[in-house]
């Protein structure tokens, strides 16, 4: 699947595109552009249970060297960096899912039929999601028939769902996170668009320059895991090299 996410703060926007191939073999493939004023840089992220990597795809900058001309990029473009943290054991999905995945107001992964079951019991028995029903409105999506349902959240109930889905997937960072300390809190609202024939959401949108568009169902990653591939550390030492001449 591929999730297309954007926000903005203070001049500066980030597009992320991230696309998640489930199954035996997970993998997940981000791209993302960090714009700040004239300055737009693109990168690019890889993700195994067992290895992650990144690199630059593009940075473009007014920055100039001390001879007054642009600083040259080329040295640092399109090379693969391993950024694989020391874990005691290999998790059985990439890490970087729970930082996609856990931040999305619905859960998406490979589960077991059981599990699907017990997932769907939960949400119906602990009302996690009060959505609006009779006042959806159809929308066009890419020439699509979709319906908008506006949608309540309560926090305590959604981290306690989201809890025993991350187990379920294999996630370890709610681990610690305990839903009591998030009673009294306040709902929080979300407008999901789901497409009338697949019936599959193709829009969440939370807000505050917050939007998120689905798609790609089934579509696996096709990029190759980096075969040769130096360290993070040497590749920011190239960058910085560059920036300080």
Known sequence: MIIEAGQSSEGTTQEQLSQLTFGQHPIARTLTILTSGNSVVRTEDLSTPSSEFTRYDSI??????????????????????????????????????????????????????????????????????????????????DGRLAYEYNVTIQPILYIRYM?????????HQLDQVNPNTYEGQSAFNVTWTVDVNSREIVRAVYGNNNVENYGGYGLPVTVSTPT????????QSRLTSLLSK
């Open 60 to 141: 473009n900058t007014t920055k100039k060297n001390k001879n007054g001309t642009p600083v040259n990029f080329s040295s640092v473009l399109g090379v693969w960096a391993k950024t694989t943290p020391t874990q005691a054991t290999t998790p059985v999905v990439p890490p970087v899912y729970g930082q996609i995945l856990l931040g999305l107001s619905l859960p998406f992964g490979d589960l077991t039929a059981s599990e699907k079951v017990q997932l769907i019991e939960e949400l119906q028995t602990g009302q996690v999601y009060d959505t609006a029903f009779p006042a959806a409105k159809k929308v066009t999506v």
């Open 228 to 235: 040769k591939a130096i360290t993070t550390a040497a590749l």
């Open 163 to 171: 809890k025993e889905y991350a187990a379920d997937m294999g996630l």
